[in-house]
């Protein structure tokens, strides 16, 4: 068996920001939005950083893509180091960001990817018949000659989406990129984009999202990543099977309630979270074991809340991340919870 290749490698890389403190005129403080994360992303791979907003996953791929700096650590992307050679690393990469809207307002559609095309140096009947293409898949073939300012950001967005595959890169960052869609659209998309994987098994995705159905739909590895440290990395399959020794529940009680207090003190409740919806409490539990469960039950009657329902669930990457990081990571981002499916 030869040697594995790998398409992005990082070493300890770290990124600190300095901002100014509020509360004291000239002074600063530092951030660290991304502490020493080492990853090795195999050719061929759709590998997904999976965290909250804020989590350092956007400043992963800035880094990767030569638009910001590390601090500290080093990073490679198609063999290249991105502080050493970066204009050559860009040759490589594609990238799309969620909730871009970018694009030159008074060209068109077809015109503004027509002319990223040549940036590439593409062929133009290459380049014209692949923009056809990708714009039927967008649901943009029939805006092709509408001007950018006309459109929407949603249907800038999934302009943007269509340019960030349209030069074939070897390597491409999706930071985000179904945030904001429609269902359909969000779910075209990423279609699209297990697809495009599969049929070009020389190309890599790095994809970032706070989205766990969408990592655990796409991606081949995952790496949970929290206040910029990766806290674990497998496939999805296997980083689920690391809870399997534990029960997982999902309660609802009545009413808007502060069970952790009380959750906290019961013995066998190793991680919890609770979100409050629609006039009652959603709990998530990892327990110990099944036993646990009845003093779990006994201690929310003892405080007066009705149990709605009860269920036992298999493990998903939320319990992944709620067993890693001590908080649910629906809780953590803003707009939070399950893409547009």
């Known amino acids: 068996m030869g040697a594995r290749e790998f398409s992005i490698e990082t070493q ?88 871009e809207s970018s694009g030159y307002g008074l060209l068109t559609v077809e015109e503004n990817l027509w002319m990223f095309s040549q940036f590439y140096g593409m062929r133009s009947g290459e380049a014209k018949k692949r923009i056809r293409e990708l714009l ?53 998309l990423r279609t699209f984009t297990r697809g495009w994987i599969d049929d070009h098994p020389d190309r890599t995705i790095l994809l970032t999202t706070h989205y766990m159905y969408e990592a655990d739909e796409l ?15 497998d496939a999805p399959a296997a980083l689920k099977r690391g809870l399997q020794g534990e029960a ?3 309660l609802t009680v009545d009413g808007d309630r502060d069970l952790g207090p009380l959750l906290g003190r019961v013995d066998g409740v190793q991680r919890f979270a609770h979100a409050a919806r629609d006039g009652h409490t959603e709990l998530d539990l990892i327990l110990a074991d099944e036993n646990a469960l009845v003093p779990v039950l006994t201690a929310i009657q003892g405080a007066g809340a009705r149990l709605l329902s ?32």
Not at 63 to 80: D, E, K
Not at 219 to 233: E, F, K, S
């Open 12 to 99: 300890d890389l770290t990124r600190v920001f300095r901002v100014k403190r509020r509360e004291a005129r000239g002074q600063t403080r530092e951030v660290v939005a991304l502490d020493r994360a080492t990853l090795a992303v195999e050719r061929g791979e759709l590998f997904g950083v999976l965290g909250p907003n804020g989590a350092g996953k956007t400043t992963l791929i800035k880094i990767l893509a030569t638009l910001l700096s590390p601090t500290a650590g080093t990073a490679r992307v198609a063999g290249v180091d991105v502080v050493e050679n970066p204009w050559e690393v860009r040759r490589h990469i594609g990238m799309v960001s969620g909730g």
């Open 136 to 188: 039927e898949v967008v649901g943009l073939a029939d805006r092709a000659k509408t001007k950018i300012y006309h459109l929407s950001t949603g249907m800038r967005q999934k302009m943007n989406f269509a340019r960030g595959f349209l030069t074939d890169p070897e390597v491409l960052f999706l930071d985000e990129p179904t945030i904001g869609l429609d269902v359909q659209t969000a779910r075209t």
């Open 219 to 233: 991606c081949d590895r995952v790496a949970i990543i929290d206040q910029g440290r990766v806290l674990a990395c």
């Open 248 to 250: 997982v529940f999902r």
């Open 310 to 341: 009860l269920e036992k669930r298999e493990p998903t990457l939320e319990d992944v991340f709620l067993r890693l990081v001590g908080r649910s990571l629906t809780e953590v981002s803003e707009g939070g919870g399950e893409p547009p499916r």
